[in-house]
């Protein structure tokens, strides 16, 4: 019954299946309580799946239950406020696999369950030491207040999640204290969010199961080891928001599985290298933003069809934007991402999943994603030196939701189709030179939530949209346009007109033109009118035949009226 839609209440008849050696009821939404009714008589219990619904868990300190499991998960239960791991479950001895995520438990961790083979105690409020681990297969403890310097693994461990906690310390005993002889077969490590320091060793060697890689947001620095180019079944690698200087490693080029490169946030220098390209061609996400990288964007990048983000804000990279970015197949092809949710999944286990994540920069705040990655699209090349035009072809990625090109020199125009990109959710092209009028297609983007044009040499008319006019008007300034939400009025002021785009004569009328209109049209009639007269006066026999003119039509008029009143009045008697 896993993984469906189920709601209610446990109910406590379950207690009574005695035979009953397997319930699984994870990620529904069932709530309630369960307390010791609801396990009576399940003396047959072997595995307990519970995790991801609402229930609460109320019974005795002392309890026993008459089950001994194997598997136990009970994530996202509450256990109780400021509880501690329950006392319970030492009689557990069997328990190979046990998830007691997201319980709101605390405390320190009991000796016996860095024994669990596999093991998640994520998102609580845990402290303490950890101890080396040597028997376990898996281990969740990401998101708590475990500190010290990290632990020693054995050569088993697959997968390794310690981030977000306060350990401390050197890595290079963690990766490199064992003897050379030795092999790992880590699939995962997370480490991100932690107080490590001190440089990456040159020990990558021994690591080259590795898949998933995550060193972010730590104190490290120094440059970033050549043989990380032995990683090359590597999917992932963070690096982000540390002080890693240097070039961007060559051997990197090795690790052609990559879909995930995020080195934002350091001090790495050199050309943004052109074989990413053409060996990476796994990449959906390439994030190297606020560094110190130089050089242009080389058109080997549009090889990438499955690139959904690429970040390189914040560098030094100049020339201009490369006119193949149409070849973005993924974010060029209509409803390519449409049912694509639950993340980008590296590793399945019982009490859950090791999935991608990403920081993305838009609308001037910083978002992390993770369920709905697949879903995110975004291009953010801001302050850097770019320079020449934007090219119309990148007007065809209709799915691209946010797209920064601020803090260039970007010249000429807005292209005209720029409101082809229906899903363009946040627009920056602030502080270039771009120059023209805003073309009328802005007033067809439907998914607008965010558009900055300020500080550019626009003119004209902003499109009327009532979308555009609740922007705010720091929107716009910085250029000659008028109309709303500007306090500028293209008509008042005799402002510079909007002409349609595509570059027909038909424009509107100014307020000048109108006015000279009417001029013109009241003298040509009082000048018609004065010959007519002048001539009656001075022309005799027009005079004459003009009225006798009128006189017979006016006869005519009458004779014809009044026959009509006599039929009618006959017709009615």
């Given at each position: 019954?896993?993984?469906?839609?189920?709601?209610?209440?446990?109910?406590?008849?379950?207690?009574?299946?005695?035979?009953?050696?397997?319930?699984?009821?994870?990620?529904?939404?069932?709530?309630?309580?369960?307390?010791?009714?609801?396990f009576a008589n399940l003396t047959n219990l072997m595995d307990l799946y519970a995790s991801g619904n609402n229930f609460t868990?109320?019974?005795?300190?002392?309890?026993?239950?008459?089950?001994?499991?194997?598997?136990?998960?009970?994530?996202?239960?509450?256990?109780?406020?400021?509880?501690?791991?329950?006392?319970?479950?030492?009689?557990?001895?069997?328990?190979?696999?046990?998830?007691?995520?997201?319980?709101?438990?605390?405390?320190?961790?009991?000796?016996?369950?860095?024994?669990?083979?596999?093991?998640?105690?994520?998102?609580?409020?845990?402290?303490?030491?950890?101890?080396?681990?040597?028997?376990?297969?898996?281990?969740?403890?990401?998101?708590?207040?475990?500190?010290?310097?990290?632990?020693?693994?054995?050569?088993?461990?697959?997968?390794?999640?310690?981030?977000?906690?306060?350990?401390?310390?050197?890595?290079?005993?963690?990766?490199?204290?064992?003897?050379?002889?030795?092999?790992?077969?880590?699939?995962?490590?997370?480490?991100?969010?932690?107080?490590?320091?001190?440089?990456?060793?040159?020990?990558?060697?021994?690591?080259?199961?590795?898949?998933?890689?995550?060193?972010?947001?730590?104190?490290?620095?120094?440059?970033?080891?050549?043989?990380?180019?032995?990683?090359?079944?590597?999917?992932?690698?963070?690096?982000q928001n540390n002080k890693f200087s240097g070039h961007i490693p060559f051997s990197l080029r090795n690790c052609t599985k990559?879909?995930?490169?995020?080195?934002?946030?350091?001090?790495?220098?050199?050309?943004?290298?052109?074989?990413?390209?053409?060996?990476?061609?796994?990449?959906?996400?390439?994030?190297?933003?606020?560094?110190?990288?130089?050089?242009?964007?080389?058109?080997?990048?549009?090889?990438?069809?499955?690139?959904?983000?690429?970040?390189?804000?914040?560098?030094?990279?100049?020339?201009?934007?490369?006119?193949?970015?149409?070849?973005?197949?993924?974010?060029?092809?209509?409803?390519?991402?449409?049912?694509?949710?639950?993340?980008?999944?590296?590793?399945?286990?019982?009490?859950?999943?090791?999935?991608?994540?990403?920081?993305?920069?838009?609308?001037?705040?910083?978002?992390?994603?993770?369920?709905?990655?697949?879903?995110?699209?975004?291009?953010?090349?801001?302050?850097?030196?770019?320079?020449?035009?934007?090219?119309?072809?990148?007007?065809?990625?209709?799915?691209?939701?946010?797209?920064?090109?601020?803090?260039?020199?970007?010249?000429?125009?807005?292209?005209?189709?720029?409101?082809?990109?229906?899903?363009?959710?946040?627009?920056?092209?602030?502080?270039?030179?771009?120059?023209?009028?805003?073309?009328?297609?802005?007033?067809?983007?439907?998914?607008?939530?965010?558009?900055?044009?300020?500080?550019?040499?626009?003119?004209?008319?902003?499109?009327?949209?009532?979308?555009?006019?609740?922007?705010?008007?720091?929107?716009?300034?910085?250029?000659?346009?008028?109309?709303?939400?500007?306090?500028?009025?293209?008509?008042?002021?005799?402002?510079?007109?909007?002409?349609?785009?595509?570059?027909?004569?038909?424009?509107?009328?100014?307020?000048?033109?109108?006015?000279?209109?009417?001029?013109?049209?009241?003298?040509?009639?009082?000048?018609?009118?004065?010959?007519?007269?002048?001539?009656?006066?001075?022309?005799?026999?027009?005079?004459?035949?003009?009225?006798?003119?009128?006189?017979?039509?006016?006869?005519?008029?009458?004779?014809?009226?009044?026959?009509?009143?006599?039929?009618?009045?006959?017709?009615?008697?």
């Open positions: 019954m896993a993984s469906n839609k189920l709601t209610g209440n446990l109910p406590e008849s379950l207690g009574q299946l005695f035979n009953l050696k397997f319930l699984h009821v994870e990620d529904n939404k069932l709530e309630g309580v369960v307390s010791e009714i609801h868990l109320k019974v005795r300190s002392n309890w026993i239950p008459p089950f001994s499991l194997t598997s136990l998960g009970l994530g996202s239960w509450n256990l109780g406020f400021g509880s501690t791991i329950p006392q319970w479950l030492d009689s557990q001895k069997n328990v190979w696999e046990l998830d007691l995520s997201s319980t709101g438990i605390s405390g320190e961790v009991p000796s016996w369950i860095w024994d669990v083979q596999y093991l998640n105690l994520s998102h609580n409020h845990l402290h303490g030491k950890i101890p080396d681990i040597i028997n376990s297969d898996l281990m969740c403890l990401s998101s708590n207040k475990f500190s010290g310097p990290l632990p020693k693994v054995g050569s088993d461990v697959s997968d390794l999640d310690l981030s977000n906690n306060s350990f401390s310390g050197d890595i290079s005993q963690f990766l490199c204290g064992i003897g050379n002889e030795t092999t790992y077969s880590l699939d995962v490590l997370k480490l991100e969010g932690n107080r490590l320091t001190g440089e990456i060793p040159d020990c990558w060697i021994k690591w080259s199961s590795i898949r998933v890689l995550n060193l972010g947001d730590n104190n490290m620095f120094g440059s970033i080891p050549n043989s990380i180019g032995f990683l090359t079944n590597m999917l992932s690698l963070n690096l990559l879909v995930n490169v995020d080195l934002a946030g350091n001090e790495l220098d050199g050309k943004m290298p052109a074989w990413i390209g053409t060996r990476l061609l796994n990449l959906r996400f390439l994030v190297l933003r606020a560094n110190k990288l130089s050089g242009e964007i080389s058109p080997d990048i549009c090889n990438l069809n499955s690139l959904q983000i690429l970040d390189i804000s914040n560098n030094g990279i100049s020339g201009i934007i490369p006119r193949c970015v149409d070849n973005f197949t993924a974010m060029a092809t209509k409803g390519s991402f449409v049912n694509q949710t639950g993340g980008v999944v590296y590793t399945y286990y019982g009490t859950g999943v090791f999935a991608e994540s990403v920081s993305v920069a838009t609308k001037g705040s910083e978002s992390h994603y993770d369920t709905i990655l697949p879903l995110v699209t975004n291009i953010d090349l801001s302050k850097n030196n770019l320079s020449g035009d934007i090219p119309k072809e990148l007007t065809s990625l209709v799915e691209l939701r946010s797209l920064n090109l601020s803090g260039n020199h970007l010249t000429g125009l807005i292209p005209s189709n720029i409101g082809d990109m229906k899903q363009l959710e946040s627009l920056d092209l602030s502080s270039n030179s771009l120059s023209g009028e805003m073309p009328n297609s802005f007033s067809v983007m439907p998914s607008l939530n965010y558009l900055n044009v300020s500080y550019n040499k626009l003119t004209g008319k902003i499109p009327e949209s009532t979308q555009l006019r609740g922007f705010d008007s720091s929107s716009f300034i910085g250029n000659d346009l008028c109309g709303p939400p500007l306090t500028s009025n293209c008509i008042s002021s005799g402002g510079p007109k909007n002409e349609h785009d595509n570059g027909s004569d038909d424009h509107e009328p100014s307020s000048s033109e109108i006015e000279w209109f009417y001029v013109f049209l009241s003298s040509g009639y009082a000048v018609g009118l004065s010959i007519f007269c002048t001539t009656l006066i001075l022309k005799k026999s027009w005079r004459e035949a003009y009225f006798e003119f009128m006189e017979e039509m006016w006869n005519r008029v009458y004779v014809y009226f009044y026959i009509k009143w006599r039929k009618l009045t006959r017709t009615s008697v």
